[in-house]
T-cell receptor, first 110, second 115 residues
Framework: QQQVKQSPQSLIVQKGGISIINCAYE??????FPWYQQFPGKGPALLIA?????SEKKEGRFTISFNKSAKQFSLHIMDSQPGDSATYFC?????????FGTGTSLTVIP | KAGVTQTPRYLIKTRGQQVTLSCSPI?????VSWYQQTPGQGLQFLFE???????NKGNFPGRFSGRQFSNSRSEMNVSTLELGDSALYLC??????????????FGNGTRLTVT
């Protein structure tokens, strides 16, 4: 059973636009929900993370929205830039054991 | 501060052989986790070591094993390699559990190809 479902698989956005990636999780015991950004040839890098007692967290152009009752969370990238073009992964878990979504390939067109 | 270092970057092995991958965590980090990344299955948790003890284990066969040394460096071993073991193996270190506020820092991985 897939613990974390992520959509869309790919996303093309114009420079300056808003990129939105959605994730849903199964296990209500999960207590940490990070988002990672990965460039080709590199390991994932933490972007932003949220705990289930908070409904929204913002860091610069990146915002996580969290809906505990629906078991869903999403990443919003405001004012998307070509340098944001990468693969984004959501994850959910407890401790250091995380289940990752399948990734969203984001392309920001200049 | 140096990041997480994984060696080697690339490996080519033959079916049936065994392989050892190495990970040096960020200085001061006591937790090391290993993940397998493939195009089909994505990122999957293998196991986590904390202070030389395995703290968590994912759903992988016993051919996958690991250990952690007193300096927090970790090794992962895969025995009797299968074609399906071809993947990017990622190591991540943290001070403690990510959900307790210690984020995971990933290395750039070891690309293993099994022929």
């Amino acid at each position: 059973q897939q613990q974390v479902k992520q959509s869309p698989q790919s996303l093309i956005v114009q420079k300056g636009g808003i990129s939105i990636i959605n994730c849903a999780y199964e296990n209500t015991a999960f207590d940490y929900f990070p988002w990672y950004q990965q460039f080709p040839g590199k390991g994932p890098a933490l972007l932003i993370a949220i705990r289930p007692d908070v409904s929204e967290k913002k860091e610069g152009r990146f915002t996580i929205s969290f809906n505990k009752s629906a078991k869903q969370f999403s990443l919003h990238i405001m004012d998307s830039q070509p340098g944001d073009s990468a693969t984004y992964f959501c994850a959910a878990g407890k401790g250091n054991q995380f289940y990752f979504g399948t990734g969203t390939s984001l392309t920001v067109i200049p | 501060k140096a990041g997480v270092t994984q060696t080697p970057r690339y490996l080519i092995k033959t079916r049936g052989q065994q392989v050892t991958l190495s990970c040096s965590p960020i200085s001061g980090h006591r937790s090391v986790s290993w993940y397998q990344q493939t195009p089909g299955q994505g990122l999957q948790f293998l196991f986590e070591y904390f202070s030389e003890t395995q703290r968590n284990k994912g759903n992988f066969p016993g051919r996958f094993s690991g250990r952690q040394f007193s300096n927090s460096r970790s090794e992962m071993n895969v025995s009797t390699l299968e074609l399906g073991d071809s993947a990017l193996y990622l190591c991540a270190s943290s001070l403690d559990a990510a959900s307790r506020g210690s984020p995971l820092h990933f290395g750039n991985g070891t690309r293993l190809t099994v022929t």
